[in-house]
């Protein structure tokens, strides 16, 4: 099974201010990896999905991340966050065999 | 696309009594679906791993007498809280894997209140 660390619990910004939730995981083959949101008492949203290909994804709400194998690392970034952005993060991977793996996921406050 | 949905959102039962949620995908099949738990600020919590056609395959330390699972469609999972309790209150999220990739989709979530 997959170990993900999201290192950052909470975090708070200011409106229109940039934004970047840190993810690690450990493994040594090729795996999956998501970023999903949860807005309070709701399911999960999925954000955006690296599986193959360039190394920055793009996806909705004008967030973005990047793979970085060598660091096994898959940052969440967004240049200029909104007030709507107010939720809870997780970062997700698999290694192939359809199970998610959590991170605890982060915790961002946006405030005006 | 990629919906998901689940039902009831909000159950409140007595202790003892038994609770079934739906868990449906509405415009793809999906032939694995999953069950989560989620406690208050916490991260998700993978209870089984639900296959249409065939026996769910639950996580270590999950009672599977307790939580059945039944995955009779290619679009339906249910999931049964038995003889619940209070310690059974927590919010239930399912999920369904799209093909052919590894993408989850994941319902709106339950909260099962047990009294």
């Known amino acids: 099974a997959q170990s993900v660390t999201q290192l950052d619990s909470q975090v708070p910004v200011f409106e229109e201010a940039p934004v970047e939730l840190r993810c690690n995981y450990s493994s040594s083959v090729s795996v999956y990896l998501f970023w999903y949101v949860q807005y309070p008492n709701q399911g999960l949203q999925l954000l955006l999905k690296?599986?193959?290909?360039?190394?920055l994804v793009k996806g909705i709400n004008g967030f973005e991340a990047e793979f970085n194998k060598s660091q096994t690392s898959f940052h969440l970034r967004k240049p200029s966050v909104h007030i709507s952005d107010t939720a809870e993060y997780f970062c997700?991977?698999?290694?192939?065999?359809?199970?998610?793996?959590f991170g605890a996921g982060t915790t961002v406050t946006v405030r005006a | 696309g990629a919906v998901v949905s689940q039902h009831p959102s909000r159950v409140i039962c007595k202790s003892g009594t038994s609770v079934k949620i739906e868990c449906r995908s509405l415009?793809?099949?999906?032939?694995?679906m999953f069950w989560y738990r989620q406690f208050p600020k916490q991260s998700l919590m993978l209870m089984a791993t639900s296959n249409e056609g065939s026996k769910a395959t639950y996580e270590q330390g999950v009672e599977k007498d307790k939580f059945l699972i039944n995955h009779a469609s290619l679009t339906l999972s249910t999931l049964t809280v038995t003889s619940a309790h209070p310690e059974d209150s927590s919010f239930y999220i399912c999920?369904?894997?799209?093909?052919?990739?590894?993408?989850?989709?994941f319902g709106p979530g339950t909260r099962l209140t047990v009294l």
């Open positions: 997700a991977v698999s290694d192939g065999d359809y199970k998610l793996s």
């Open positions: 690296y599986l193959s290909g360039s190394t």
């Open positions: 415009d793809f099949q999906a032939t694995t």
């Open positions: 999920s369904a894997n799209l093909p052919p990739t590894d993408t989850q989709y």
